[in-house]
């Protein structure tokens, strides 16, 4: 007998991710009352892969009481969370314009970190791993931050840009996963679903 998978996100990127091993999740979002975005708050001298775990655990602890609350079937729950990190330093999503055209200053021409953390829960049982990528911009001339800021596209996204998304062209160098740059690494997230007992499409 295999689990129905609940996906504790509001990202549109993690569902066609999903779909694309062949897993179609019923969503479990926040209610009004909840404030989803509190938990992402970065904690005073919180290095990256400590940030992206403990939020992540709040998100599925946050969830599974969702869960609980709404009296849903029984199945496994999703979640994930991705930060980019320069460093010590934790580039979250930008406030404004500004923020994200300095954080695309800061990673122009530089190598940065990717680190999507997921973690489901089945019953009483947790699975939990971390995915670590690399990405190289090229030098990002002043015009191209602006034009992409202006497209709006920066706005909702940890280190200001999509992978996936017009920037795409200025990547110079990737090492490790595309999947979960974007947001969920499929290799980790099968695996994960597997011995939850979801079944994945192969």
Not at 8 to 33: E, F, H, K, T
Not at 102 to 125: E, F, I, P
Not at 158 to 177: E, M, N, R, T
Request: hydrophobic share 50%; with cysteine; proline share 6%.
């Amino acid at each position: 007998m295999t689990l129905p998978l609940y996906l504790a996100s509001q990202s549109p990127r993690r569902l066609q991710l999903l779909a694309q091993i062949g897993v179609v999740p019923m969503l479990l979002l926040p209610g009004a009352n909840e404030d989803a975005e509190a938990l992402e708050a970065v904690q005073p001298g919180e290095l990256p892969a400590a940030y992206v775990q403990r939020v992540t655990a709040a998100k599925l602890q946050a969830a599974v009481a969702r869960h609980r609350q709404r009296g849903l079937a029984p199945g496994a729950i999703l979640c994930a969370d991705t930060t980019v990190a320069l460093g010590r330093r934790i580039l979250g999503k930008p406030a404004d314009a500004a923020e994200a055209a300095a954080t695309l200053a800061r990673l122009s021409g530089r190598t940065h970190r990717v680190l999507t953390a997921v973690a489901v829960q089945a019953g009483r049982r947790r699975w939990q791993g971390v995915q670590v990528s690399l990405v190289r911009f090229a030098v990002l001339p002043p015009k191209v931050i602006r034009a992409y800021v202006a497209s709006g596209e920066p706005f909702g996204k940890a280190g200001s840009y999509a992978i996936q998304g017009a920037l795409a062209g200025w990547v110079a160098h990737i090492a490790g996963s595309h999947s979960g740059i974007m947001g969920l690494p499929l290799f980790e997230t099968a695996q994960l679903l597997r011995q939850a007992g979801v079944a994945t499409g192969l």
